[in-house]
């Protein structure tokens, strides 16, 4: 699938220039029964074009499994889940 979207970005895509901004809400943290932290995070992707007009492209929560190294967290396992059932023909780039 990624091999997919960089082969769009390079041939397929052509696009008005547009920018992305990320919003995220604060992490809710649980500690699962296996030692590791399970985090979800509300996030809002907003997308503003060339003339100044923004929109919202999609808006959704990450569902992550964290590990402990040592003393530093490590990011096992991120699921993404859109609110949205429409998905914008310009989903090129990973949310």
């Known amino acids: 699938m990624m091999f997919d979207r960089i082969k769009a970005l390079e041939t397929a895509s052509i696009f008005e220039p547009h920018t992305y901004c990320h919003i995220l ?13 399970q985090a979800r995070t509300n996030f809002h992707v907003a997308r503003t074009m060339q ?30 889940v859109l609110e949205s059932r429409r998905i914008d023909i310009l989903l090129v780039y990973p949310i």
Do not use: K, N
């Not at 929109?55 to 490590?74: K, N």
């Open 51 to 80: 003339d100044g007009r923004s929109e919202s492209f999609a808006i959704g929560r990450y569902l992550d499994l964290i590990v402990m190294e040592g003393i530093a967290p490590l990011l096992r396992e991120r699921t993404v």
């Open 25 to 37: 809400g604060r992490p809710r943290l649980t500690r699962a029964r296996d030692g590791h932290i």
